[in-house]
């Protein structure tokens, strides 16, 4: 209904629809910006798996939905999207528009960006926001995944909201830029089980003060001696230097990552994601791992408020509210791990580091008389707030008051 002020001449000037959606904002993947010419476009959905795919279609001026079983190859899927497209175009219907869809698993993006060169517009769901009925145990098959994925790829393409989101496609090389840290990540969390395997079973023998990580550890290991004076067993000694000859080579491993990052950082300082990490390492009390897993995973990405910032790191609630019951279920934890944990790691260090900002004595403020469980809960406000504000500063130079920053290189 359209609503506006009537002149005296009974025309209508300034009017609104008073019940029209909020503008879409120009990168939300909650929905499609193209309207839908159904009659034109050949929609079509991949079940994908690790020995075949399963395709599924919806083609125009064909009353059945086809369905075929292809082996993993991506020029057979080319041709049997041809195909359907040649069937529409003998009942009359010219194809203009073929959109394509798979969830987001084992496969990545790689898929989505070969169908785009191409011609084709290929999308990739979040799985998790395909809604599934919960009326009952629900059959599961490939081709009633394909149904389910039809049904919620097609109201997406609508511009309906509320079926399903999609993920952001990144390119090559955004995608190759995030592998450094994630392998750096993978690496220190298997320093840190080597070294947890190392002292457990020195502790089954009696020995605590051995050190793992010192650089004489190799020596030291073979004058260990237990409580009773023995010399440590055969077995146990052959373990040992096993896991100590993959500990050094997990730590040489993880040298070479952060050199070739620092590497990288002095070559090209002038580059978006480069100058961002350099501007983040001025804050006081964050680090280059720290700055560079932000800029890789998150302030890379063209996110387009604070909100969607937090939303990306899973640092929002989680309210249930039903009649007279409120509570709050804790963090979504919907968004990116890594960021979740880095943050919350950040948010504890940062009121050492920077006691003096405005966020720390925010925090002060509303814990000074909390107990334990308060302080926790309020960390994660802490660390949402810290990380709009980072994200700030690196888009925009944006300085938080109070912020101390380190002298520029």
């Known amino acids: 209904m359209l609503w506006g002020e009537r002149r005296g001449d009974g025309t209508i000037v300034a009017a609104t629809d008073r019940w ?65 497209a040649k069937e529409a175009e003998t009942t009359g219907r010219m194809i203009k528009r073929i959109a394509v869809a798979y969830e987001a698993g084992r496969d990545g993006f790689w898929l989505a960006r070969w169908l785009r060169a191409r011609g084709v517009e290929a999308y990739v769901i979040h799985p998790s926001s395909v809604p599934v009925s919960r009326e009952h145990r629900r ?42 840290g994630r392998e750096r990540e993978s690496l220190v969390g298997e320093r840190t089980r080597i070294i947890n ?16 990580m010192s650089r004489s550890a190799p020596q030291l290991l073979e004058a260990l001696r237990t409580p009773e004076g023995a010399a440590l067993p055969p077995n146990t000694l052959a373990e040992l230097r096993r896991d100590m000859a993959r500990l050094s080579f997990v730590k040489q491993q993880i040298n070479e990552v952060e050199r070739a990052r620092l590497e990288r950082l002095q070559r090209a300082p002038g580059e978006r994601g480069n100058a961002m990490v350099h501007l983040l390492t001025r804050v006081v009390g964050v680090g280059v791992e720290t700055a560079d897993m932000l800029v890789q995973e998150i302030f890379s990405r063209n996110l387009r408020d604070r909100k969607a910032v937090a939303r990306y790191a899973g640092l929002t609630g989680a309210p249930d509210e039903s009649g007279k019951k409120r509570r709050e279920r804790g963090l ?20 050492v580091h920077q006691p003096d900002s405005v966020l720390a004595k925010w925090y002060r403020a509303r814990t000074a008389d909390a107990r334990g469980v308060t302080r926790k809960t309020m960390i994660v406000a802490l660390a949402r707030k810290l990380l709009i504000a980072l994200w700030r500063l690196a888009a925009t130079g944006e300085v938080p008051e109070g912020l101390a920053l380190r002298a520029a290189a």
């Open 20 to 84: 029209s959606a909020p503008m879409p904002q120009p990168n939300d993947l909650s929905r499609s910006l193209v309207a839908l010419d159904q009659d034109s476009t050949l929609i079509a959905v991949i079940e994908m798996g690790q020995a075949s795919w399963l395709v599924a279609g919806i083609v125009p001026g064909v009353n059945r939905h086809p369905l075929k079983k292809i082996a993993t190859d991506q020029e057979q899927l080319l041709q049997v999207l041809r195909r359907w």
């Open 139 to 180: 059959a599961k098959t490939d081709r009633l995944d394909t149904e389910l994925l039809k049904r919620a790829f097609l109201g997406w393409l609508r511009g309906e909201p509320d079926h399903c989101n999609m993920a952001a496609i990144p390119t090559l090389t955004e995608e190759d830029a995030k592998r450094p």
């Open 197 to 212: 395997r190392i002292k457990g079973a020195l502790a089954r023998l009696g020995i605590r003060e051995f050190k793992p």
């Open 332 to 351: 979504a934890k919907s968004g990116n791990a890594r960021v979740r944990r880095g943050m919350l790691q950040l948010a504890w260090g940062f009121l």
